[in-house]
């Protein structure tokens, strides 16, 4: 089975599972994930408090439906988890259809799908159903049952972490709090899980850590139990709606230029995407970058947040995502991971004219090969630019040469003593 | 009548004025804004060192003709007082017309417009006609006559001044030494005095000073009789050509990214117009962003100096000018100055993550509002952007959002203590 | 005779001599553009360290051939010295065709011509033919000769210099190691002399050096030897590929903003040209862009660098450059003097407001003139932007006015006091 077909299997595994922010779904997700990639699991008390918010309580579901006269499910949690609206309080109740409809939700302009709605810090409760269902019920009464608790306990996220040689950190984030939603985000999960298998046993300069957290309030308890190591975060990406078929989409950190943004616009260049700034909106990235933390982390996805009609309806299942698509995310990330790993900033020890590179072996070892003159270009910008002001990226932007030409100069003119980190 | 019919109509009671750089047509036109705003007028003396340059002596006109040899008025100064070029020294011959031609001025390219010129330090003499009119004029002997006076005298300029809360000044400046041209500038004193009318009696953070002075001589005056005031000016705009039916026109300051040119950018967005770069030419922004001063002084106009064909003839009457230009004008500074009172620099106190808007009303707050979502966006990006290095117009032009839904979430940011000054 | 006809006479009689990067056909080369421009010769002996490099052995041909068995030189040095890879060490053999092959050298692509080849640090040796004539070649047995020394000698260039009143320096830097090609670098050379003898006896502010030394190594040779001199140059362009029908082509130095970099963006404005950004590959731009020495040099040619079919072939010849071409390229160079002698940096000395230049005769005096307005603008700009920030260049970018004007006004604006350096 390749990684693509890996990763779906993944999406089809976690997809009936109901998570919410908190709960026994993600504990089960992170199980599930844990079984290809080893997770520490934290688990932190309702109640705690975590910068400007206070960790809610935890809310687990185990049935949910609307019954007719008839006894029919007409609504059924079980057949579909985005039925009832998250953090739903428990209700056991008979109602006729006039009595009920506050508390129903659809989709109006697309009829056939059901939409997803939550109300974490609303006390209230809900269900969710296509407007066609809802179109056909008769006035009731209605048997009407949510079968929930919300009580204090805990939030659970996990983590996997790469050890590299240094102690600068990469930080690999995404949310785990969606339901039945397969791009948003049971692929992002699926690729961040896969690329944590593909840097496994490497040789590593940077520590990958890989963030599975619930949405907003898991990357804010995480900033926060975390403030001392954020200052290690050198890079990052918040990776979501990872698998549906649209090219791929980076969204720049906050900063704008910082070295996760020229990564990524070196590695999307001569394909189809789109590079779009920030706004403080979309994913965790909103936590990462608010302004007292303001770290590198920019936003991979494939089409964004809201860009698509299945989005956070009953249609991002997982057919929605492919395959293909998480394949395509995992090599897009896995090459950003490259040039980070190799991007240094060199200084020339000749810088005084060109230095003799035929006299090293560095030109004639060259004259054989069919891509000689690639590779010396690649040497002689190297050697122009080591000044101390350009790192390896800049050298590949500037002189239009692909990344790994101009790393593989920088190693090669390190063997033979011309340059130095 | 609308502030449209009431600007049209000063204008065309100010046209039949004769006015220079000196004199009774400068002193009239003061005293006549004066009507609708008190102004302080301020008369320098004759030789009064201002700067590089020296206040002139003061020219007043009450007749001028060229008769021909059947005593008819050909040129007329009593019907048109373009006909006289400003400034001429008195005259009272009988002259041929070989020898009046060399002190006849015309454009023979818009043979039945009388041009406007001045000689202001030539002490000379001329008239100014149509061609046409030139082209029937027979040998002569014509009876030429300027009574005039060229005298020591003052200089006469007037300013209005709306105290705001802080000592920092915002200054509306524009020019009162054209005779019969409308546009030029006309539309612009009407369109400035009907701005202090509106701005009376609102609460204001900065003072608004209007200053009404003849062009060049006279805002040198008024910069040297108050270099310690200059310091002051945080925000200007030169108005003139206010009136014509052209799209508007903002030229930016010499330092070309001071807030006025930021908040003109915003406020004419959106609209056809034009945004130039600041040219050592024009009107009086020329001595504000001379570069020993380098005051943020931009100029708005309509159809710039020079850029119509009635610009400087006789076709500048006001029928040239419209009520609605000068209305639309008039809107789009008032916009500015709006921009300009409420723009301001925040800091987020709560900068680590995203403050929990829900707990504090302002996000369940919205729930109910049409327009819901582009305030929190507009509270997001506030949030975000409120680190020190951005002022509302800066989160305006970055986030899209129109300038006031910025400024409303920052009233509210502010009004839950999230953010401060 | 024109300058044109005069360079393009002396590409003629530069054309058939064998250079190399040492030997008797530099020497000559020198000595011929002698005759119009003196020179100071230096010749650096083999073995010599010159920063990275070393001086290598001194190369002289005399005569080289492959005769058939028949007798006939089918490849003869003495018709054309393309013939022989450069540097190449004696032979004397015979050999069959077999044999042979290794040694030669065609352009398949294009089998009328003849390549250009060397092989300076190689050892080794060489012909070079049309592919057409290879292939009328029999099996043999050829008798094959290369008549040259590789020995213990001397590396020589030559510089002139026109001295300025000041000790800052331009350089014009042009290679003359390349035996019979006529656009690279016989044309460049004829410009450069050419250019001197314009300059000759003018008063300058800058002092001129002529550089005109075999590629690479001659450059390097140069700067090792003139490390302490390096200080001093504050412009520089490498001259080459200055004689063909293509459009003038600047390239930037390695800052790229480099005073002489705008110089020619300005001079080229208005004309079909192309500006290019540094490469560190080219001519000896690469040695003076170094990172440690990092001079301000640009490169002018017509079409650039191996961007013409032509390029290092027989077709390169004296008919592939015209005097048109070589007198363009002449004249930018002039006007790009021109505006390096002129550009300066002045300071308002009236910065508050503008001065009055009626009263110093500067604007009387322009009245008569059909070029006033445009006069009078340039001294507008001048006055507005000389705040110690912008040089007469910048103003003339900004104002769009020529340069000429602007330094005329700024004269004229010295000479009443107004303005100083």
Tied chains: 1, 2, 3.
């Excluded at 998480?326 to 991007?343: C, K, P, S, Y």
């Amino acid at each position: 089975m390749n990684d693509g077909a890996r990763m779906h299997a993944l999406v089809r595994r976690l997809y009936p599972l109901c998570r919410s922010i908190t709960g026994d779904g993600v504990r089960r997700t992170l199980e599930i994930v844990a079984e290809s990639i080893p997770l520490e699991i934290s688990e932190v008390p309702t109640g705690t408090e975590v910068l400007d918010w206070t960790v809610p309580k935890e809310w687990n579901i185990r049935d949910a439906y609307i019954k007719d006269p008839a006894g029919n499910r007409v609504v059924d949690f079980t057949r579909l988890n985005l039925h009832v609206v998250g953090y739903s309080v428990p209700v056991s109740a008979t109602m006729t259809l006039d009595e009920l409809r506050p508390h129903l939700h659809t989709l109006p302009a697309q009829p056939d799908l059901v939409p997803y709605r939550t109300g974490y810090y609303a006390e209230t409760w809900g269900f969710c159903l296509s407007e066609n269902t809802l179109a056909a019920l008769g006035p009731g009464p209605y048997e009407v049952r949510v079968d929930s608790t919300l009580a204090d306990g805990h939030l659970t996220y996990g983590e996997h972490v790469i050890r590299g040689s240094g102690a600068d950190e990469v930080l690999i984030s995404c949310h785990v709090c969606h339901p039945s939603l397969a791009n948003d985000n049971l692929a992002g999960i699926a690729v961040a899980a896969r690329l944590a298998r593909r840097l496994a046993g490497k040789e590593l300069r940077y520590t990958y850590r890989f963030v599975f957290a619930p949405g907003t309030i898991g990357a804010i308890t995480w900033l926060a139990r975390n403030r001392d190591r954020v200052s290690r975060i050198r890079h990052g990406v918040v990776l979501a709606c990872a698998g549906d078929r649209g090219a791929l989409t980076y969204k720049r950190s906050r900063r704008g230029d910082a070295e996760i943004d020229r990564v990524f616009a070196h590695v999307l260049r001569g394909r189809e995407h789109t590079i779009r700034d920030f706004t403080p909106y979309g994913y965790d990235e909103r936590q990462y970058c608010s302004p007292g933390f303001d770290l590198p982390v920019g936003s991979l996805t494939r089409t964004p947040y809201a860009g698509y009609p299945e989005y956070h309806t009953s249609a991002d299942d997982p057919d929605f995502v492919s395959a293909e698509a998480m394949e395509d995310t995992l090599d897009a990330l896995e090459r950003a991971v490259e040039v980070l790993e190799r991007n240094r900033r060199y200084r020339n020890l000749s810088p005084y004219g060109e230095p003799q590179l035929g006299r090293r072996g560095l030109y004639g070892s060259l004259g054989g090969r069919s891509d000689a003159e690639s590779r010396q270009m690649a040497m002689l910008w190297v050697l122009n630019l080591s000044d101390g002001d350009h790192d390896l990226l800049d050298i590949a932007e500037r002189s239009g040469l692909p990344f790994a030409a101009v790393a593989d100069a920088a190693d090669a003119l390190r063997g033979a003593g011309l340059v130095k980190e």
